[in-house]
């Protein structure tokens, strides 16, 4: 087997990229219109923020959150139950030649967010961002 000329960068493969962003557009489509025969599921609204492959196409990671944040585990639960169905119609979808092994966790880029916000926030983290006017004179 040959080495991949054109990615040499321990970050994932355009390839990677472009098959984790068609399942998390074909996942989110499928969540929104309740195509899965599971009324629980159904009820929900459910985010996915993202999807990483790995290097071989044959798993996918889905980063899920439930709209408004309530009932996150039992969100994972119920797609994990539902996976194989998921990845059935995943795969009449995008018309892969494999279908990937579907996993779901917890998306917490939201959390981060916010508790990035709330740094960036604090008056002594604006201090020290602030440029003094030394520092302004000299820029010009």
């Not at 998390?24 to 219109?33: E, K, P, Q, T």
């Not at 585990?73 to 795969?91: C, D, P, T």
């Not at 966790?105 to 960036?120: A, Y």
Request: proline share 4%; net charge neutral; hydrophobic share 35%.
């Amino acid at each position: 087997m040959g080495k991949n000329k054109f990615h040499d960068g321990p970050g994932p493969s355009q390839r990677q990229l472009r098959v984790g962003e068609l399942i998390r557009r074909a996942l989110s489509d499928v969540l929104a219109r309740g195509d899965v025969h599971d009324p629980d599921l159904n009820r929900m609204s459910i985010t996915v923020g993202e999807v990483r492959t790995s290097p071989d196409l044959k798993i996918a990671t889905a980063y899920v959150l439930p709209l408004g944040g309530e009932g996150q585990e039992e969100v994972v639960a119920l797609l994990a139950r539902n996976k194989g169905e998921l990845r059935r119609i995943i795969g009449k979808k995008l018309a892969l030649k494999f279908a990937p092994d579907l996993r779901f966790q917890l998306d917490e880029t939201f959390d981060r967010m916010d508790e990035t916000r709330e740094m960036l926030g604090r008056e002594e983290v604006r201090r020290d961002t602030r440029k003094t006017d030394a520092e302004e004179r000299g820029a010009e």
